[in-house]
C-alpha cells in the first residue's frame, strides 16, 4: 500500500523566513504533484515532479526518486502564501486509472 | 486548452435529501475522471473513478454514488444525504495517454457541500 506523509503538519512562520514542506512516499511513482488549498478555496496544483527541481517564482519544489522524497520551498515567505499544501503521488501501479495518493497536507501560517 | 467545470460551488442540504455534483471537461477525449472528498481535518480521499462512459469503479463503500453518461460528464449522486457526507468534493481529470495529458491530472473548482 502506498503512504504518503507530509511534515510538518503545522506551521506557523513570519513573513520573510524560508520556508520547506517534506514529502515521503512507499512506492515507486511516475508523478509527484504539490498541490495549494486556501481557506474555503479550491486546489491548485502548483507543480508536478518526476525528477529533479522546478522553480515558479518564489516556489521551488525538488525531488529525490531514488530517496523517494521532495520538498517544496517558499523564500521571501508572504501573508498571501498562507495555505494548506499538499502532496500526492501517481504510482506506477495502477497509476493510471486510479488516480493519485494524497498526503494529510501541511497547514502553513505566515504572520506579517 | 482544456477545462473542467465543477458545479454547484457550494450547498447546504437537509439530512435525507438527493444530491447531485456535475462535472464537465473541454477540450480531450476518453479522459479519466475522478471524484474525491476531503472531510474535515482529514486529507483527499478517492471516492469513484471511471475510464469510459459508464464505467465506474468505487473505492469507498458509502451512500453515494456515480454515473458517467457521456464522455465528458461525471455525476455525483446520493439518494439520502447523511450527515457524515459532509465535506469538500473535488472532480479532476487526466488523459488516458501521456500525449493527452496523462502525465498530470487537473482539478474542478470543488464543492463544499454541507448536510445539516
Known amino acids: 500500500k502506498n503512504e504518503v506523509e507530509q511534515s510538518p503538519q503545522n506551521l506557523t512562520a513570519q513573513e520573510g523566513e524560508f520556508i520547506t514542506i517534506n514529502c515521503s512516499y512507499s512506492v515507486g511513482i511516475s508523478a509527484l504533484h504539490w498541490l495549494q488549498q486556501h481557506p474555503g478555496g479550491g486546489i491548485v496544483s502548483l507543480f508536478m515532479?518526476?525528477?529533479g527541481k522546478k522553480k515558479h517564482g518564489r516556489l521551488i519544489a525538488t525531488i529525490n526518486i531514488q530517496e523517494k522524497h521532495s520538498s517544496l520551498h517558499i523564500t521571501a515567505s508572504h501573508p498571501r502564501d498562507s495555505a494548506v499544501y499538499i502532496c500526492?503521488?501517481?504510482?506506477?501501479?495502477?497509476?493510471?486509472?486510479?488516480?493519485?495518493?494524497f498526503g494529510k497536507g501541511t497547514h502553513l501560517i505566515i504572520q506579517p | 486548452s482544456q477545462t473542467i467545470h465543477q458545479w454547484p460551488a457550494t450547498l447546504v442540504q437537509p439530512v435525507g435529501s438527493p444530491l447531485s455534483l456535475e462535472c464537465t471537461v473541454e477540450g480531450t477525449s476518453n479522459p479519466n475522471l475522478y471524484w474525491y472528498r476531503q472531510a474535515a481535518g482529514r486529507g483527499l480521499q478517492l471516492l469513484f473513478y471511471s475510464v469510459g462512459i459508464g464505467q465506474i469503479s468505487s473505492e469507498v463503500p458509502q451512500n453515494l454514488s456515480a454515473s458517467r453518461p457521456q464522455d465528458r460528464q461525471f455525476i455525483l449522486s446520493s439518494k439520502k444525504l447523511l450527515l457524515s457526507d459532509s465535506g469538500f468534493y473535488l472532480c479532476a481529470w487526466r488523459g488516458d495517454t501521456w500525449a493527452r495529458g496523462g502525465n498530470t491530472i487537473y482539478f474542478g473548482e470543488g464543492s463544499w457541500l454541507t448536510v445539516v
Open positions: 500526492a503521488v501517481c504510482p506506477y501501479s495502477g497509476g493510471g486509472a486510479d488516480g493519485l495518493t
Open positions: 515532479l518526476s525528477s
